[in-house]
Nanobody, 129 residues
């Protein structure tokens, strides 16, 4: 499994910004998706954004479109999540995820947690009103 380490979580006020980072120990192969998920207390884990490492294609949940931006630095094997215009409902533990080696995740499934088998420990983002 790929080792993933997230960082950047913090407490901010509504309207503020945070930048999360996810450093991967390796890429399972040169073309795959990396994704961010989040989970609030008492809620299921939900997909936030995903990016294709080969060409940078991105996918977003409707709830974050226009506010969040996923990006990557392949040389550093690091994926970022820039979160702007934060709302209290964005409060959650944010996780980075990668698929199993050789597993191809089709675009329509990139925000489904079951498609990924490597997860980081999470980083907490708290947005106060």
């Amino acid at each position: 499994q790929v080792q993933l380490v997230e960082s950047g979580g913090d407490s901010v006020q509504a309207g503020g910004s945070l930048r999360l980072s996810c450093a991967a120990s390796e890429y399972t192969h040169s073309r795959h998706y990396m994704a961010w998920f989040r989970q609030a207390p008492g809620k299921e884990r939900e997909g936030v954004a995903a990016i294709y490492t080969a060409d940078g294609d991105t996918y977003y949940a409707d709830s974050v479109k226009g506010r969040f931006t996923i990006s990557l630095d392949n040389a550093k094997k690091t994926v970022y999540l820039q979160m702007n215009s934060l709302k209290p409902e964005d409060t959650a533990m944010y996780y980075c995820a990668a698929p199993a080696p050789g597993v191809w995740v089709v675009p329509r499934d990139v925000l489904i947690p079951d498609e990924y088998n490597s997860w980081g420990q999470g980083t907490q983002a708290t947005v106060s009103s």
